[in-house]
């Protein structure tokens, strides 16, 4: 096995590490590169040091995009792993029809997020015109709706990480707790939580950095609107990128930002959850 390994090992390695190299590595560098230029294409980059950064953090639209969706993604990070852990709870018991319950649960996660966000617009769209509201008019209903798509496609996802790790506890805890007169709630606290923490770090990972780098529900379903109000990080860069003329420095600097924040964030929570995890 070891020299078929040694054998064989570029035929697998070099073509991936290539395409990485080339799609990702390679553009990622340049990227940062021209957050520090003024351009309108990669031949005519002009230096200007950190002026796309001033401009940047200048910008009241990139700021406010910050705190909005710094709060979208704690909720949705709160709500999606409550719900999500609440129903693999319920659908590891021995009870009927728990496998077309997960098929139901995990379906929305394979439909895209443009398509979802214009599904959930006629939607919202229709009950809250029965009010004479609409939620390209109120920042509160396009950030409660957002909270309501991203939950509904992404809870069923997190169960079934949350499944795979409730039947990886070892039964002869569960019954050993049971034996000793662990009460329901000291169970679930005492045992099955601290049991349960890698699954908790990579569903807290998943639903925070998707959380902040959403994109595809927010176009389809705010826009933005009104008046960048609803405008998540992602789409600001964006539309600063794409829409204002001579901006291209300054969204690629904003990208590099919005790049550190997502990386920071993804190690702190990491850091945190894995010193929970005990060993089975």
Known sequence: MAKNIKKW??????????????????????????SFCEFTTVKDAKFVGLTNYVKAFSDQTFMHSFGFTSAFAIVTLIL????AFALAMALTK??????ILRTVFFMPNLIGGIVLGYIWQLIFAGILSQYNM???????????????????????????????????IP?????????????????LFKVTIPMMMPSITICTFLSITNGFKLFD???????????KASEMMALN???TFY???GYEGVGQAKAVIFFVIVVLIGMIQTKVTRDKEVQQ
Do not use: H
């Not at 021995?94 to 496998?99: F, V």
């Not at 039964?171 to 169970?187: C, M, P, Y």
């Open 237 to 239: 860069i964006f539309n």
């Open 217 to 227: 529900q927010n176009l389809a379903l705010t826009g933005g609107e009104p008046a």
């Open 134 to 168: 609409a939620l390209n008019l109120d920042s509160r209903l396009g950030f409660i709706g957002l909270v309501i798509l991203v939950c509904w496609q992404q809870i069923g996802y997190m169960m079934i990480i949350y499944i795979a790790g409730l039947q990886s």
């Open 80 to 83: 999606i792993n409550v719900i």
């Open 171 to 187: 039964s002869d805890v569960l019954e050993a707790s049971e034996i000793d007169g662990a009460s329901g709630k000291t169970q």
């Open 243 to 245: 829409g204002r003329v």
């Open 94 to 99: 021995e009870l009927k029809g728990t496998n």
């Open 9 to 34: 090992w570029p035929i697998f390695v070099l073509p991936t590490m290539g395409a990485f190299l080339i799609g990702f590595v390679v553009p990622f560098i340049l990227g940062v590169g021209l």
